[in-house]
């Protein structure tokens, strides 16, 4: 990776003795799943300060169609088990799954819904009044629990708003841009004490924490074609890479394989659990693909699924403009079931119950991200992180199906009340003299615009859903010309920190991608179509030393640390 993507530790010039000071003991970067069961673990020990970037609304917990899954009650009496829901997320993971990940956040998970449930969470029930188990891709029981059909993700965002905002202890400030995280100086090992904010009515602002949790979310708009909303923008990635922290298994980027696929309309995400509940894939000719292809079919582990279309895509000649077509035509009470999908494809005039839906994979989830232990430490005093920023080893080269509000809710529980406690044994915040003296730059100029719209493109192009060496390493100098012209600017507002934040990331996911010369879970290319033995590890990128990953052997947490790990012959 170029080294210029090395030599800016903040994004804007600043002495910090100038701007307002705010102090808490923990901050919680982060308004999704994650986040908010982090601020109310942390504010048990402790005053909070949550931050947004956008309203709460907006953020891929509140966006997620999909269900939690859960082995609730044993699972004895439906024929599941805990063990059995082990397995399935290690035979989606593709062998780079941590032991130790899956065993806690898949045993510790019914406790977590149970929790929600018993706070006023609404599931679906079936006609015994239970609650509804639903089946989703790569799940090999009925173990998913979804809340209105189709709108889980917003019911769990509601439930815990509404404890969050009752909370005393807990400030919320809502449209608030995190630019980066406070270290005292540019030493490896410096700790985190909190992070330079921007608000929309009170600018900037320097938040002084003992502890700090970061649960950001991912990078979906990375790409072009992405389910995820617009906050979705790599922002927590690039400002802990910035100050220090591990980023690893940057290459496993989940592409959801059935997002709408029409001209100028959004990628709008069709869950997995329509079918589950029986909807069909179909090529142009109409011909169901997904049986000759796994023997779940259309319920493979989603990497399987996404594949696939891309090869019936190519296989009718669609090339990059192609689509297949989900049939929900035979998906009894579709409207009744999934009402959001019904009401978002009757706004483009499509009717699933007589219509078939054409559809094409998208940017889903970031499997990659900071590595943390189970507990949410980063490696760098100080900073924690949870949920999809965070690469705690649970989700391994692919994710299982609903798979991600869980680990937000156990290991967001973890890290924040990691975060309380230590925080606690650490002393008060202390406001300190830090200058970030950036000079403007001497050299040209580009339309930060197109700058945005190319490198989306680039990625989706050369480093989707199938890659190769040839085009990655076009990718990697692409994503290098526009950082020239880019990264060394002085933007004043969130849309050129976004795209900066972005350059960067893209550039850890193409130099991951290039570096592992493979194929496992959903990272594919084409001159390497095999997994490799050697290859079984994490890769892990630090600021300073991006030339090369260190190497990381797959071993299960011990005693909650994170080292270097050793490499890999």
Not at 132 to 146: D, F, P, T
Not at 192 to 218: D, E, F, N, Y
Not at 454 to 476: E, F, P, Q
Not at 550 to 567: N, R
Request: proline share 4%; net charge negative.
């Amino acid at each position: 990776m170029d080294e210029l993507f090395d030599q800016r530790r903040y994004l804007i010039p600043f002495r910090s003795s100038l701007l307002p000071q705010i102090f808490t003991h923990t901050l919680v970067i982060g308004g999704g799943v994650a986040g908010l069961r982090a601020a109310l673990a942390a504010a048990e020990h402790g005053d909070v300060i949550l931050l947004s970037k956008g309203p709460f609304g907006e953020t891929n917990t509140a966006w997620a169609q999909g269900g939690v899954a859960a082995v609730l009650g044993g699972g004895e009496a439906v024929g599941d088990s805990v063990a059995d829901h082990e397995r399935d997320t290690h035979e989606a993971g593709a062998g780079l799954c941590d032991d130790e990940a899956v065993r806690v956040v898949v045993g510790d998970g019914p406790g977590r819904v149970e929790e929600l449930l018993n706070w006023g969470m609404a599931v679906d029930r079936d006609a015994s009044g239970e609650p509804a188990r639903g089946r989703e891709g790569g799940h090999s029981a009925h173990r998913v629990y979804h809340s209105g059909g189709d709108a889980t993700g917003r019911e769990i965002e509601r439930v815990l708003v509404e404890r969050v905002r009752a909370h005393a202890g807990i400030r919320i400030f809502e449209s608030c841009f995190a630019l980066d995280l406070i270290t005292p100086s540019e030493v490896e090992g410096a700790a985190v004490l909190g992070a330079i904010t921007h608000h929309t009515k009170h600018g900037l602002q320097m938040v002084w924490a003992r502890s700090t949790v970061l649960a950001s979310g991912g990078a979906g708009r990375v790409y072009r074609e992405t389910t995820n909303p617009r906050v979705a923008t790599a922002d927590g990635l690039a400002m802990a890479y910035r100050a220090g922290a591990v980023v690893r298994d940057m290459a496993f980027v989940q592409f959801h394989p059935t997002a709408l696929y029409l001209p100028g309309a959004p990628r709008a995400l069709i869950s997995e659990a329509v079918r589950g509940e029986g909807a069909l894939l179909l090529d142009q000719s109409g011909r169901r693909f997904m049986q000759d292809e796994h023997e779940l079919a259309e319920l493979a582990p989603r990497d399987v699924v996404s594949r696939a279309i891309v090869r019936a895509v190519a296989a009718s000649g669609g090339g990059r403009g192609g689509h297949v077509w989900l049939d929900c035509r035979g998906v009894e009470g579709m409207s009744d079931r999934f009402p959001g999908i019904t009401r978002m494809l009757s706004g483009f005039g499509l009717d699933p119950s007589r219509d078939l839906i054409p559809v094409h994979p998208a940017a889903h989830y970031t499997i990659g991200g900071v590595r943390t232990d189970l507990d949410g430490r980063t490696g760098v005093p100080g900073l924690y992180a949870a949920g999809e920023v965070s690469c705690s080893g649970l989700h391994g080269a692919n994710r299982l199906a609903s798979n991600s509000l869980l680990e937000g809710l156990v290991l967001g529980a973890r890290a924040g009340g990691a975060a309380g406690v230590e925080g606690a044994g650490r002393p008060p915040a202390a406001p300190l003299s830090i200058v970030s003296d950036i000079r403007p730059s001497e050299h040209g100029e580009l339309d930060l615009g197109d700058v945005k719209s190319s490198l989306r493109s680039a990625m989706w192009r050369n480093v989707g859903v199938v890659r190769t060496g040839a085009k990655l390493r076009d990718a990697r100098d692409m994503l290098g010309f526009w950082a020239r012209y880019t990264l060394d600017k002085i933007f004043d507002g969130p849309e050129g920190w976004e795209v900066q934040n972005m350059l960067l990331v893209g550039a850890l996911i193409a130099e991951s991608a290039l570096w592992r010369e493979e194929s496992r879970g959903c990272h594919t290319r084409e001159d390497f179509a095999e997994a490799s033995d050697a290859l079984r590890a994490h890769d892990a990128w630090r600021r300073g030393d991006a030339a090369a990953p260190v190497i990381e052997p797959l071993s299960p947490s011990v005693d909650g640390a994170v080292g270097h790990g050793a490499p890999v012959a």
